[in-house]
């Protein structure tokens, strides 16, 4: 098992979800959180929808040029629209939809990837909704990794059968906060608990933490402690790919 003080700092980024301020807004907190990335140096990948690509393609044309950020595939329209997805979900137990579905929307999502320059390896389904047909037609269109697993405290880094790594989360996710939520706080607090274990254990720590999220907590002050935190105790931050680059994967 890897043993190595690494920090992966993730975050899914979709485009106009509804005409909520926080859902229509999530690629511009999504530029400001990029802003803190480049002024500590460290390293982060965002999991983006097809169709946020095909709306801000001139946008992601320039932000490929920042080395230490990478970007990977997040379904093309986030399970939309809602209808669809509930009758995938009754009629096949499957909120991604039957094959020939998932086929469609994986390859139009690798497609707007390709019109923008970049390249497609690594992938977060939408909701963590993933099944065999997505792995195994992931698989075909030549993503390497996949991380829709979750596990705290536990890293987790195999290889399943269709040939895909699979990385888990291992911190809490942020879906829960929501503005001026007094339960917020409650989940700070048990966020900075669990690094800190982490941390202590020198454990590798998979972050899943979406931007308007952190901006909606409390401006981008949480995200930046977390941060500060890893680099006070010496931990590198790595893109999801540059997980390819270790040896010892079992």
Same mark, same amino acid.
């Given at each position: 098992m890897i043993n190595k003080k690494i920090a992966i700092l993730t975050g899914d980024v979709h485009h106009k979800l509804s005409n909520n301020y926080w859902?229509?807004?999530? *690629? =511009?907190?999504? !530029?400001?959180?990029i802003e803190i990335i480049k002024k500590e140096k460290i390293k982060a990948t965002f999991?983006?929808?097809?169709? /946020? /690509?095909? =709306?801000?393609? !001139?946008?992601?044309l320039q932000l490929k040029e920042?080395?230490?950020? @990478?970007?990977?595939?997040? &379904?093309?329209?986030? $399970?939309?629209? %809602?209808?669809?997805?509930? $009758? $995938?979900? +009754? #009629?096949?137990?499957?909120?991604?939809?039957?094959? +020939?579905?998932?086929?469609?929307? #994986?390859? !139009? &999502?690798k497609t707007e990837f390709e019109r923008s320059g970049l390249k497609m390896n690594c992938w977060r389904t939408h909701s963590y909704k993933s099944n065999n047909n997505t792995l195994d037609l992931l698989f075909k269109q030549n993503v390497k990794i996949i991380s829709d697993k979750h596990s705290i405290g536990i *890293?987790? /880094?195999?290889?399943?059968? +269709?040939?895909? /790594?699979?990385?888990c989360i291992t911190m809490p996710k942020d879906e829960v906060i929501e503005p001026?939520?007094?339960?917020?706080? @409650?989940? #700070?607090? %048990?966020? #900075?608990?669990?690094?800190?274990e982490s941390v202590k254990k020198k454990e590798m720590i998979v972050m899943a933490l979406h931007p308007n999220r952190m901006k909606m907590l409390d401006n981008f002050e949480t995200f930046k402690k977390i941060i500060k935190l890893l680099k006070k105790n010496n931990y590198q931050f790595f893109k999801v790919s540059d997980i390819l680059n270790l040896r010892d994967i079992p």
């Open positions: 859902d229509k807004n999530e *690629f =511009e907190c999504m !530029k400001e959180e999991f983006i929808t097809g169709k /946020l /690509l095909n =709306e801000k393609q !001139k946008e992601f920042i080395k230490d950020i @990478e970007f990977g595939g997040h &379904t093309y329209s986030a $399970f939309q629209p %809602n209808l669809l997805r509930l $009758f $995938f979900k +009754f #009629i096949l137990n499957s909120e991604y939809g039957p094959r +020939f579905w998932q086929k469609n929307d #994986i390859q !139009k &999502t *890293f987790d /880094l195999t290889k399943n059968k +269709f040939g895909i /790594l699979d990385l001026n939520l007094e339960k917020n706080i @409650e989940w #700070i607090n %048990n966020y #900075i608990k669990l690094l800190n």
